[in-house]
Every structure is written in structure tokens, then in C-alpha cells.
């Protein structure tokens, strides 16, 4: 089981070996993704909705990062660990590296952050010190205020020529993976063409380097309404299986057993 690195990730790339990421955000479900053969844990700033409850990432600190970026690292994955730098904990080149240095302590390999071109300055001045970058274009939730809502990304012809741009410079600047969140699908193509280094897609097509997902959507426990990129997977084996949620069906099992004293069995008790 050798580790994942960057340089790892570019050579999947280059073999066209799908990348398989997640977020994650605790040490009980990194080393389940691991074991499932995720490539990349992410610990996303959308623990500040799925763990937090916030509407948006927006009010999620670097100490929220740090902290769940702890707890995956402490699982020793085969995955890489690659944390996001939340929103304000990089305008400028020296902000971002002491926030990305607290990140690298508690464990990321890699940090994420939000922009096009104009990050090319911070994104140059982290990878020159050592921090490993990936970047995110495309719907850029921390800019959910500034895009006047979650919607879809670069589907005019100067937005998408926009957004190329942003990705060459970005990749230009030392960035050495990319995410791309909902894009047209043909968009989603055209930059990973564009680009040597990989992508990673979410709501952007299926012919990305790899793609990526919010673990609770995957796994159906959000609240809220599901993106229509987002796939419950487990809704989908319970569907072949039994027609029936499975985590749902496992609590509602355990309320049942506990109400009819059959839960704790003899061999649950001392
Ligand atoms: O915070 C997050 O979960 C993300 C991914 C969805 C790309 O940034
Ligand atoms: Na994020």
C-alpha cells in the first residue's frame, strides 16, 4: 500500500487513472475511505455546512480546519490529505502561508484554495516555500455572495474563456491540482485538455482527472437539498438491496430494538 503523493497524482493523470476524492472530516471515516481505496481525503470548508450547519462555508475558521485535518491525519492513510484554506485565510501571500503552515502542521499535504488568475501571486509565494497547492475554479462556494447564489459556472463563451485562463495561471503559478466545480461538461473537457497538471470535477462531466464529492452526500446524510451533482450511493445498494435507506433503516432498527428491550442481546452484555 504505497502512499499517495503529488507526484503520484500526476502520473494517474498522465496513465489516465481515474483520481478518486472525498472529503472527509474524522478519523473513523478516513480509515474506512481508505480501506475503500479513496486517493484523496479532503477536508473540505464544507464541514462547515455538513458538521457545522452554517448555509454556507463562509464562517468556517482555520482553527475548524485544523482541528478535523488532525483527526483524518491521525489515521495514517494511504490517501492524501489535502485541507482547505477557509474563506479570509488568504489575501495576502504571507497570510496564506502562516494559515497554510498551521494546516501542514496538523497534518494536509496539500492546501486548497479558492480563485482564478488573481491568486497567482499566493499561490507562486506558497508552492516556492513548500506548501503543495491546489487550486478551485468554477462555482467557488466562499464567493457565494459575490456570484449571487450556487449556481453554474463559465456558461458563456468569455466566462469559459475566462475561466481557461484562470486555470493556465493557476497551473502556471505552481499549482498542481486542480478542482473545477460546476461547469458545463464540454467546459469540465476543454480544461483538463487545457492543462498538465490534473482535475478534479464536481458538477463538471465525467472526463476530468478525477472527481471529487461531499462524503454526507454520498452517503445521503445531509440536510438540505441534494446538488444535482451530488449521487446518494447508498440509496443506490440499498435500492438494488432492499429498497430502503440503509443508515436510516440501521437507526430506525436500533430505536425499534431498544423500545421492544431486544437490543442489548445477551451477547452485548457482561
Ligand atoms: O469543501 C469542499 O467540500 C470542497 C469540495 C466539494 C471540492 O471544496
Ligand atoms: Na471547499
Same mark, same amino acid.
Given at each position: 500500500?504505497?502512499?499517495?503523493?503529488?507526484?503520484?497524482?500526476?502520473?494517474?493523470?498522465?496513465?489516465?487513472?481515474?483520481?478518486? &476524492?472525498?472529503?472527509?472530516?474524522?478519523?473513523? @471515516? &478516513?480509515?474506512?475511505?481508505? #480501506?475503500?481505496?479513496?486517493?484523496?481525503?479532503?477536508?473540505?470548508?464544507?464541514?462547515?455546512?455538513?458538521?457545522?450547519?452554517?448555509?454556507? /462555508?463562509?464562517?468556517?475558521?482555520?482553527?475548524? *480546519?485544523?482541528?478535523? /485535518?488532525?483527526?483524518?491525519?491521525?489515521?495514517?492513510?494511504?490517501?492524501? *490529505?489535502?485541507?482547505?484554506?477557509?474563506?479570509?485565510?488568504?489575501?495576502?501571500?504571507? $497570510?496564506?502561508?502562516?494559515?497554510? %503552515? /498551521?494546516?501542514?502542521?496538523?497534518?494536509? #499535504?496539500?492546501? =486548497?484554495?479558492?480563485?482564478?488568475?488573481?491568486?497567482?501571486?499566493?499561490?507562486? @509565494?506558497?508552492?516556492?516555500?513548500?506548501?503543495?497547492?491546489?487550486?478551485?475554479?468554477?462555482?467557488?462556494?466562499?464567493?457565494?455572495?459575490?456570484?449571487?447564489? @450556487? =449556481?453554474?459556472?463559465?456558461?458563456?463563451?468569455?466566462?469559459? =474563456?475566462?475561466?481557461?485562463?484562470?486555470?493556465?495561471?493557476?497551473? #502556471?503559478?505552481?499549482? #498542481?491540482?486542480?478542482?473545477? $466545480?460546476?461547469?458545463?461538461?464540454?467546459?469540465?473537457?476543454?480544461?483538463?485538455?487545457?492543462?498538465?497538471?490534473?482535475?478534479?470535477?464536481?458538477? &463538471?462531466?465525467?472526463?476530468?482527472?478525477?472527481?471529487?464529492?461531499?462524503?454526507?452526500?454520498?452517503?445521503?446524510?445531509?440536510?438540505?437539498?441534494?446538488?444535482?451533482?451530488?449521487?446518494?450511493?447508498?440509496?443506490?445498494?440499498?435500492?438494488?438491496?432492499?429498497?430502503?435507506?440503509?443508515?436510516?433503516?440501521? %437507526? $430506525?432498527?436500533?430505536?425499534?430494538?431498544?423500545?421492544?428491550?431486544?437490543?442489548?442481546?445477551? $451477547?452485548?452484555? @457482561?
Amino acid at each position: 500500500r504505497q502512499a499517495i503523493t503529488v507526484p503520484h497524482l500526476q502520473i494517474m493523470r498522465e496513465k489516465a487513472e481515474k483520481i478518486a &476524492a472525498l472529503t472527509c472530516y474524522d478519523a473513523s @471515516f &478516513a480509515a474506512l475511505l481508505d #480501506q475503500a481505496g479513496v486517493d484523496v481525503l479532503l477536508i473540505g470548508d464544507s464541514l462547515g455546512n455538513v458538521i457545522q450547519g452554517h448555509a454556507t /462555508t463562509l464562517p468556517v475558521t482555520v482553527a475548524d *480546519i485544523a482541528y478535523h /485535518t488532525a483527526c483524518v491525519a491521525r489515521s495514517q492513510s494511504r490517501a492524501l *490529505i489535502v485541507a482547505d484554506l477557509p474563506f479570509g485565510s488568504y489575501a495576502t501571500p504571507s $497570510e496564506a502561508f502562516a494559515n497554510a %503552515v /498551521t494546516l501542514m502542521r496538523a497534518g494536509a #499535504q496539500m492546501v =486548497k484554495l479558492e480563485g482564478g488568475m488573481w491568486l497567482s501571486d499566493i499561490v507562486r @509565494f506558497l508552492v516556492e516555500r513548500s506548501i503543495p497547492v491546489c487550486a478551485h475554479i468554477g462555482l467557488t462556494p466562499q464567493s457565494v455572495h459575490a456570484l449571487g447564489g @450556487f =449556481k453554474v459556472q463559465g456558461k458563456t463563451g468569455a466566462a469559459a =474563456k475566462q475561466l481557461l485562463c484562470d486555470a493556465q495561471a493557476l497551473q #502556471q503559478a505552481g499549482a #498542481q491540482l486542480l478542482v473545477i $466545480e460546476a461547469v458545463p461538461t464540454a467546459l469540465g473537457a476543454q480544461l483538463t485538455d487545457a492543462l498538465l497538471i490534473p482535475t478534479i470535477g464536481i458538477g &463538471a462531466g465525467p472526463d476530468c482527472s478525477g472527481q471529487v464529492l461531499v462524503l454526507y452526500d454520498l452517503l445521503g446524510v445531509s440536510t438540505g437539498k441534494r446538488p444535482r451533482f451530488a449521487k446518494n450511493f447508498v440509496s443506490e445498494q440499498a435500492r438494488q438491496a432492499s429498497n430502503q435507506p440503509i443508515l436510516q433503516a440501521a %437507526v $430506525e432498527a436500533y430505536v425499534h430494538e431498544v423500545k421492544m428491550g431486544v437490543f442489548p442481546a445477551a $451477547e452485548h452484555t @457482561f
